[in-house]
């Protein structure tokens, strides 16, 4: 159903979807639901200041942010001039605004309502991802100067699969 709801936000492919949480179930459900929607996660660290998270945001021309809580969607409000491309905040813990700032919850809600509609949505997102499309950006924590996005590929994440089950790591 998450997958299902960021594509009703307008989550196209490719298009970049931040999360900034902590380690969790619930950044795995979101990673997830970003990568069956087509669009491709950012990764953002918890702790990152707000300037950064900006930075990162605007560089990866990040159109959702998934946040851990209110004080990581903070980081973004407050720098919301900056962030012109950032249309919506979805919160895993807390409560929205009823505009631009939604629940996980009724994310889920969204999905399922397309869904009802649509109950291909999103097997056809996936049949159309192809392995040189953008799956993931990783970025630097900045330590030398502004972080760095790495990108990363959907062959990526599947070569190395692929390897470890080659290596008997995974079944």
């Given at each position: 159903?998450?997958?299902?709801?960021?594509?009703?936000?307008?989550?196209?492919?490719?298009f970049r979807v931040a999360i900034a949480?902590?380690?969790?179930?619930?950044?795995?459900?979101?990673?997830?639901?970003?990568?069956?929607?087509?669009?491709?996660?950012?990764?953002?660290?918890?702790?990152?200041?707000?300037?950064?998270?900006?930075?990162?945001?605007s560089d990866s021309h990040s159109r959702?942010?998934?946040?851990?809580?209110?004080?990581?969607?903070?980081?973004?409000?407050?720098?919301?001039?900056?962030?012109?491309?950032?249309?919506?905040?979805?919160?895993?813990?807390?409560?929205?605004?009823?505009?631009?700032?939604?629940?996980?919850?009724?994310?889920?809600?969204?999905?399922?309502?397309?869904?009802?509609?649509?109950?291909?949505?999103?097997?056809?997102?996936?049949?159309?991802?192809?392995?040189?499309?953008?799956?993931?950006?990783?970025y630097t924590s900045g330590t030398t100067?502004?972080?760095?996005?790495?990108?990363?590929?959907?062959?990526?994440?599947?070569?190395?699969?692929?390897?470890?089950?080659?290596?008997?790591?995974?079944?």
């Open positions: 159903n998450a997958a299902a709801g960021l594509v009703d936000i307008g989550v196209e492919p490719e949480s902590n380690t969790s179930l619930s950044w795995i459900l979101a990673d997830m639901a970003i990568m069956l929607s087509g669009g491709a996660t950012t990764t953002v660290y918890p702790s990152t200041g707000a300037e950064d998270v900006a930075y990162i945001l959702v942010l998934v946040a851990e809580d209110q004080s990581q969607a903070d980081k973004v409000t407050s720098q919301q001039g900056e962030l012109p491309d950032v249309k919506t905040i979805v919160l895993l813990k807390g409560e929205g605004n009823g505009d631009n700032i939604i629940t996980w919850d009724e994310l889920e809600a969204k999905g399922k309502a397309v869904l009802a509609d649509q109950p291909d949505l999103i097997k056809d997102r996936v049949a159309a991802t192809a392995p040189d499309a953008l799956a993931t950006l990783i100067g502004k972080p760095k996005g790495v990108e990363l590929t959907h062959g990526n994440w599947t070569y190395e699969a692929s390897a470890m089950a080659s290596l008997g790591v995974i079944e």
